[in-house]
């Protein structure tokens, strides 16, 4: 699959719905989604993000996931089972995570709080320690478990899987979810 940045732009805006069902354990948080998630209507479906290699590597999901044109029923599906979800601090797509406002982020935090006391996961994961710093008000919070909780579910916050954040290996990013994964009983 294929879009004209064009195409892509008229995915500006737009949202993606949260993938979550019953018995869910996990919930990681994107920042927002990105134009091509949007246009896929699939979480981290742009083609070289880390996010489900990651996964894979760290033993959450039982085989490789390519959401890059969508996910498959099949691949929905073995998330739920597995018990993870997946949401974002902010709706709305945007071309680049840096086009949100601190505002935005704030909100979100707000907004994610009300959307774990609903779907009750053991754990949340949100990815992007510069995103958490500025949702949640703490300019100084590092990576791994967080102090408090969030509607009665543990926080941990793990790097970014996008390619854009080069700080962060796969087997880096694997590790980080494979422990948050050990928190919320999933592996």
């Known amino acids: 699959m294929r879009f004209t940045r064009a195409e892509l732009e008229a995915f500006r805006d737009a949202t993606v719905p949260d993938l979550a069902g019953p018995g869910l354990k ?5 920042i927002n989604p990105g134009l091509w998630t ?3 209507q699939a979480h981290f479906g742009r083609r ?3 996010f489900y290699p990651a996964l894979f590597r760290a033993g959450i999901v039982d085989r490789l996931i390519d959401p890059s044109g969508g996910m498959s029923t099949a691949d929905h599906d073995h998330l739920v089972e597995r018990g993870v979800g997946i949401t974002n601090l902010v ?3 945007t071309a680049r995570a ?3 406002a601190a505002g935005e982020l704030a909100a979100g935090a707000r907004d994610l709080a009300a959307r774990a006391a609903r779907l009750r996961p ?3 994961a949100v990815l992007g320690i510069t995103a958490y710093r500025s949702a949640f008000g703490e300019p100084s919070a590092t990576a791994g478990r967080q102090p408090g909780d969030l509607a009665g579910a543990q926080v941990w916050v793990a790097p970014n899987p996008s390619g854009l954040n080069a700080h962060a290996s796969l087997d880096t990013l694997a590790a980080a979810y494979r422990d948050i994964a050990r928190a919320a009983g999933v592996v």
Do not use: I, Q, T, Y
């Not at 996990?26 to 994107?30: A, K, P, Y």
């Open 122 to 124: 053991a754990v949340v």
């Open 48 to 50: 070289g993000n880390r």
């Open 38 to 40: 949007a246009a896929v």
């Open 91 to 93: 709706a709305r797509a």
């Open 98 to 100: 840096d086009e949100l």
């Open 26 to 30: 996990l919930l990681f948080v994107g």
